[in-house]
């Protein structure tokens, strides 16, 4: 050999020359029971955990799609027939409908949210989801949008699309029913209203959603001054909220909200939530006690069978009441231990069998690497 190849050679080391003892783990079904019985504790605890925290959250759910309008009173005075507020706005389309539900509820600490919710509501088809203008939204253009149904309208429709055409346009007033003496000593029954905020409730897109940059000295409506509302609105986009002129536009945070398509029938949306700031009856949350909800009906549900609910309610540290999580950390418990149990049977069984297998496999890989003189051993 020579002295070239010498110096060549690599250092008979085991990393060098590859002989680094390796293990082979006995994987048979006993060497698996003690996995599935700890994935069985862990998922067990995380459902607890979940469970424990859905039922420290109050929350209670009224339906009003079948409300009463405040005109039925006055119709059954007059013996003519009661009108339902969904039979009111099928009559006169576009129009508000006055009704209100009187509710008890116990106390709910605080914070506390309102929120609406829809049933056999599909916001998940297709044309519905597309039908909406990115451009629009990101204030880059007020033209005629990519989802205009209609190319000879004089004026734009801002924001256009079934999406934003559709959004839920129902507001409510919550009142608490309180007695009190007036000035003269007499006991007297009051209704207190409750403050609801209606801002700080969605996600922050600032690139997706943004107002139109608005000239100096100018308001936002100067800038919508050439387009015109979607047809089911009642307000145009820069009178979304009157109270806050920061929440309006594209910016506005109910409008946000409703633009998050769900994809299940059944959904929530957050509304706002109840102002504790410096008030004797909100400071600490909800008093026990009856309240009047006072409600602005104007959405059409009834006519695809839908429900529209009313959701009061505070929260936990996992957000608020869902015992959908609970469920599926539980049902993975019960499944990782029924097969924990059914592996301890089949070693009980079948236990020396599978050893005897291997131990016969690592046998012949032994010799085979004698007779095939490679370097490596299975030890």
């Given at each position: 050999m020579s002295d070239i190849s010498l110096r060549r050679r690599p250092r008979d080391s085991y990393f060098l020359q590859q002989t680094f003892r390796t293990h082979y783990p006995l994987m048979t079904v006993g060497s698996w029971i003690p996995i599935f019985r700890l994935l069985a504790i862990v998922y067990m605890i995380l459902g607890l955990i979940c469970f424990y925290q859905n039922m420290t959250v109050t929350e209670y759910k009224f339906e009003y799609t079948d409300c009463l309008s405040e005109s039925a009173i006055?119709?059954?005075?007059?013996?003519?027939?009661?009108?339902?507020?969904?039979?009111?706005?099928?009559?006169?389309?576009?129009?508000?409908?006055?009704?209100?539900?009187?509710?008890?509820?116990?106390?709910?600490?605080?914070?506390?949210?309102?929120?609406?919710?829809?049933?056999?509501?599909?916001?998940?088809?297709?044309?519905?989801?597309?039908?909406?203008?990115?451009?629009?939204l990101c204030g880059l253009r007020l033209t005629r949008g990519e989802c205009s149904s209609n190319d000879n309208e004089t004026l734009p429709t801002v924001p256009c699309g079934m999406i934003a055409n559709s959004m839920f346009n129902d507001t409510f007033v919550l009142k608490k029913r309180i007695l009190a003496r007036d000035q003269s000593g007499h006991t007297k029954r009051y209704l207190f209203p409750i403050s609801i905020i209606r801002k700080n409730i969605s996600w922050k897109f600032p690139e997706r959603y943004r107002n139109p940059t608005v000239p100096k000295?100018?308001?936002?409506?100067?800038?919508?001054?050439?387009?015109?509302?979607?047809?089911?609105?009642?307000?145009?986009?820069?009178?979304?909220?009157?109270?806050?002129?920061?929440?309006?536009?594209?910016?506005?945070?109910?409008?946000?909200?409703?633009?998050?398509?769900?994809?299940?029938?059944?959904?929530?949306?957050?509304?706002?939530?109840?102002?504790?700031?410096?008030?004797?009856?909100?400071?600490?949350?909800?008093?026990?006690?009856?309240?009047?909800?006072?409600?602005?009906?104007?959405?059409?549900?009834?006519?695809?069978?839908?429900?529209?609910?009313?959701?009061?309610?505070?929260?936990?540290?996992?957000?608020?009441?869902?015992?959908?999580?609970?469920?599926?950390?539980?049902?993975?418990?019960?499944?990782?231990?029924i097969i924990a149990i059914l592996f301890y049977y089949l070693d009980k069984k079948y236990g020396k069998v599978s050893t005897q297998v291997y131990d016969y496999l690592y046998y012949n890989y032994q010799q085979d690497d004698r007779l095939s003189g490679k370097r490596y051993s299975r030890q």
């Open positions: 006055e119709s059954k005075k007059n013996n003519t027939n009661i009108l339902y507020c969904k039979d009111e706005i099928d009559k006169n389309p576009g129009h508000i409908c006055h009704c209100q539900i009187s509710v008890y509820m116990s106390s709910i600490p605080k914070n506390v949210y309102v929120y609406y919710g829809l049933e056999f509501y599909y916001q998940n088809y297709l044309p519905y989801v597309d039908s909406v203008d990115n451009f629009q000295n100018q308001t936002l409506k100067y800038v919508f001054r050439n387009t015109k509302k979607p047809a089911n609105w009642h307000k145009p986009i820069y009178e979304l909220d009157l109270d806050d002129p920061t929440n309006n536009g594209f910016e506005n945070e109910p409008f946000i909200n409703w633009m998050q398509i769900s994809p299940f029938s059944s959904l929530r949306k957050a509304y706002g939530y109840i102002d504790h700031s410096d008030n004797s009856f909100t400071s600490t949350g909800l008093q026990d006690g009856y309240y009047l909800l006072q409600i602005n009906y104007s959405y059409p549900v009834h006519r695809f069978n839908g429900k529209k609910y009313i959701i009061i309610s505070n929260t936990s540290s996992f957000g608020g009441k869902n015992y959908f999580l609970s469920y599926i950390f539980l049902i993975t418990s019960i499944l990782n231990s």
